[in-house]
């Protein structure tokens, strides 16, 4: 609960007072690399690894790269 209170405080400031919506960097970047680091900081505090909530080294890449291809198919789409 905490994790995601903090990443909303930093969704409002990404919204309301940086407007990152109006760059070239987009909206919803800013506060889903400050989560990404808080959950890397929370795996190390607890002592679990990426494996232990699901994420894979095998496939890594090409799991990014469907990712990346399902965003641009979607944000062509809109």
Do not use: P
Not at 44 to 55: E, L, S
């Amino acid at each position: 609960m905490i994790i995601f209170m903090l990443c909303l405080s930093i969704r409002f400031v990404e919204y309301f007072l940086i407007e990152t919506d109006k760059t070239a960097i987009g909206e919803n970047v800013l506060h889903k690399v400050v989560g990404i680091i808080l959950l890397a900081l929370v795996l190390k505090k607890i002592n679990f690894t990426w494996g232990d909530i699901g994420f894979q080294k095998n496939g890594f890449v090409r799991g990014i790269l469907k990712g990346l291809l399902l965003g641009s198919v979607c944000r062509s789409v809109s």
